[in-house]
């Protein structure tokens, strides 16, 4: 096993020693809170958003963009395990700020030697504000969203650790 | 604003004021390591890991599966911010072994009265370690992955908090 399989594996042993309280926690998440995030490393969203095990689902992708997969994923949350407060947090300093769909294919076709990637949806972002409200309404008027659920749209700022509000609630 | 936003920009704004050490960080993740895995609120990849703010790229959808999205966030995670060490991590007792895709279809088309449910691929889950293969081999055969990444399989055990390996490194 590589190091940094062990390293993991070693960290969990710990965690699963302290996890005995959590063992009896329930599927649907208690605060009835669902956050769409970017992957970028440097986000944490349960200690960046005061989130303890069994609080939130947490739904990440390059971007935090409300891709088809990221709104499958919001429908289960809210039509089968209720949750009802929506966040869609994007954040500066972004990968996905670092170049166009074209880009990333052509740089693609020239490591893999495929035109694969001219046939996918990247999802860069050339506006940070845009992207946010261009995803909340994306979200919003899907059929398969609950005029209940409330949805907000923040920017996590990467110097400074804040969240920024882009769009506050009932959006 | 509602309650539950409240809570959480006020816990934001403590962590924020112990974030100064983070602001250095750079965009690819320290460690070189990917992880996949599900939005479940019971999940926290960071604490069961032992993953700090920088280590990781963490991806999650409803179930931990390789869908389109989430090879999307895998490829650029590995070619234009260089990992190497993918982890696909499902888990017991999670909501998609809960329904199948007609179920959910079907009680969304009851809920929302339309018929758009049908059109999704929803990615229940009926076989564990199967479906951990399965987004294994879906994303090891992508014409855009490197063969130097490893992809490994765990099952995060939501009774103990431990991570039990299904597929070891090189898959």
Redesign the interface.
């Known amino acids: ?2 190091d ?2 062990h ?10 020693k302290k ?1 005995s309280g ?2 009896k ?1 329930g ?8 956050i769409l995030t970017c ?6 969203p ?6 303890n ?10 971007g935090g963009r409300a ?4 709104i ?2 919001l ?3 809210g ?3 209720g949750t009802k ?1 929506w ?1 869609v947090i994007h954040h500066s ?1 972004c ?2 700020e ?2 166009t769909d074209q880009e ?1 294919s052509k ?2 076709e020239e ?2 030697d ?1 035109s ?2 001219n046939y ?4 860069s972002i050339s506006d940070r504000e845009k992207s946010i409200k261009e995803d909340i309404e994306r979200i919003r008027r ?3 969203v ?1 005029d209940e659920v ?1 949805i ?1 749209g923040y920017l996590f700022d ?6 920024i ?1 882009i769009y ?2 009932n959006i």
């Open positions: 096993m590589n940094n399989l390293k993991i594996l070693h960290a969990n042993s710990e965690y699963a996890y959590k063992a926690l599927m649907p998440p208690s605060r009835k809170i669902a992957m970028d490393a440097r986000l944490d349960a200690k960046f958003a005061g989130l095990e069994g609080d939130a689902h947490v739904i990440r992708n390059a891709t088809n997969d990221a499958r994923s429908v289960i949350s039509s089968v395990l407060e966040l300093d990968g996905m670092s170049f990333i740089s693609l490591k893999f495929t694969e990637g996918i949806n990247w999802f899907n059929p398969l609950s409330n907000s990467v110097k400074t650790g804040m969240l509000e506050g609630e």
